[in-house]
């Protein structure tokens, strides 16, 4: 079965600190990738998707995300974070079922420290 | 505004109750979802629905049950037969076509005593 793997469940960041969330995806065939975020009291949303071109992938707040295939990871970085970065993040692949039928990480909740 | 409105937020319930969480969306999505999410579980889909009067079982849907009946609603039933019902559920929606963005509610926090 498909699964999404994000290593690090709880990361604490220094303001202007650089940031790189680790995503593995288990599946062998073609794949689209997502990054959502939820920040404290609202709603979860898109911060980035990968179906196509460009492995590198640029989203909301200065987030990107590289695709890796043989690798099968689709890490988020962004180089200098900011307190109101504090959130907990989701990696997640469509499921075999396609048609938007998501597959979600456990979830990585980071803290930014001013 | 357009968005998905679930209620209610907070519901608690005695052991052996059905209780229906109630999701509303005004954004004339077709594809509708509910989703559990457990402390580092994620979110789990429970069912969904591509289109209305029809849905399909997500990975987690024992002791769930849905309906659509309308294009804008898709009311979730938490049955007793769920032995672990207590979680945060959360309802999204989704235009036509693929885009892989769901929409999501602000979430239902159920408590079972």
């Known amino acids: 079965a498909q699964s999404v793997s994000q290593h690090n469940h709880h990361v604490i960041l220094s303001e202007a600190a650089s940031l790189e969330l680790g995503c593995n995806y288990s599946y062998g065939g073609t794949v689209n990738l997502f990054w959502y975020v939820q920040y404290p009291g609202q709603h979860l949303q898109l911060l980035l998707k990968?179906?196509?071109?460009?492995?590198l992938v640029k989203g909301i707040k200065g987030f990107e995300a590289e695709f890796i295939k043989s690798k099968f990871s689709f890490n988020l970085r962004k180089p200098s974070v900011q307190w109101s970065d504090t959130a907990e993040y989701f990696c997640?692949?469509?499921?075999?079922?396609?048609?938007?039928?998501?597959?979600f990480g456990a979830g990585t909740r980071l803290a930014v420290h001013p | 505004d357009g968005g998905i409105t679930q209620s209610p937020k907070y519901l608690f319930r005695k052991e052996g109750q059905n209780v229906t969480l109630s999701c509303e969306q005004n954004l004339n999505h077709d594809a509708m979802y509910w989703y559990r999410q457990d402390p580092g579980q994620g979110l789990r889909l429970i069912y969904y629905s591509q289109i209305v009067n029809d849905f399909q079982k997500g990975d987690i849907a024992e002791g769930y049950s849905v309906s659509r009946e309308k294009k804008e609603s898709f009311p979730l039933t938490v049955t007793s037969a769920q032995k672990n019902p207590t979680a945060f559920y959360l309802c999204a929606s989704s235009g036509t076509g693929y885009t892989g963005e769901l929409f999501f509610g602000e979430g239902s926090r159920l408590t079972v005593l």
């Open positions: 997640a692949v469509n499921g075999p079922g396609g048609y938007n039928k998501l597959i």
């Open positions: 990968y179906f196509s071109g460009d492995p």
